[in-house]
């Protein structure tokens, strides 16, 4: 089993749409957990930390689900802005430099 | 802008050669990262170093090895390298705060061809 897993995708939805992503990670160890952004042939940016009681940032809400070791993330209102690769990442490591583990990432894309 | 950055940004090398990598994060953070992104595979850790100290090697062959002179630069010398080895190479800073959500931001990366 991968130790950090996402469904690749490619999800194409409209705008204004809902859209949720779940990704799930093997290690019950695993202390932090982010979604980043990749935009096409740029580096990855962090989208969002997922706290253990849930977060949100205007039209994104990140969950983190430990019983069942998932993390998700909705976006509401999807804008054309949106499109891009969605990489959710664990920290295997403890607290200090990270371990970071990703997953393959999940390709969006949003239709006017 | 990002804080990191990276040269060069393309880089064509045979497998008889050998190159350095080279980071800079003008962020003052204390912590440093090299990772691997090869197509349809999931970005890969590397290496991780610490107020200047190597601490994860994660199975990485000796032909990829770093080196952090300080705290802001960062090095990963190839030599020898497989075609396999082609990817985007990024590197990444965080300040390591005794937190485990630190943010980490990444640069724009080196694009590798071996050939």
């Known amino acids: 089993r991968k130790e950090v897993e996402q469904d690749p995708g490619p999800f194409n939805v409209p705008e204004g749409a809902t859209v949720a992503f779940n990704c799930t990670y093997s290690?019950?160890?695993?202390?932090?957990f982010f979604w980043y952004r990749q935009d096409c042939r740029k580096e990855p940016k962090l989208l969002m930390s997922v706290y253990s009681s849930g977060n949100e940032d205007g039209r994104f809400t990140a969950q983190l689900n430990r019983a069942s070791q998932y993390i998700s993330l909705l976006i509401r209102d999807s804008k054309l802005s949106d499109s891009a690769t969605y990489l959710c990442a664990v920290n295997m490591g403890g607290a200090g430099a990270q371990k970071l583990v990703f997953g393959q990432g999940t390709r969006l894309t949003i239709n006017p | 802008e990002t804080g990191v950055t990276q040269t060069p940004r393309h880089l064509v090398m045979g497998m008889t050669n050998k190159k350095s990598l080279k980071c800079e994060q003008h962020?003052?953070?204390?912590?440093m990262y090299w990772y691997k992104q090869s197509a349809k595979k999931p970005l890969e850790l590397m290496f991780v170093?610490?107020?200047?100290?190597?601490?994860e090697n994660n199975s990485v062959p000796s032909r990829f090895s770093p080196e952090c002179p300080n705290s802001s630069h960062l090095f990963l010398h190839l030599h020898t390298l497989q075609p396999e080895d082609s990817a985007l190479y990024l590197c990444?800073?965080?300040?390591?705060?005794?937190?485990?959500?630190?943010?980490?931001?990444f640069g724009p990366g080196t694009r590798l061809t071996v050939l």
């Open positions: 962020l003052g953070h204390n912590a």
């Open positions: 170093y610490s107020l200047e100290e190597r601490v």
């Open positions: 290690n019950s160890a695993s202390q932090s």
């Open positions: 990444a800073s965080s300040q390591d705060m005794g937190n485990s959500y630190n943010e980490q931001f």
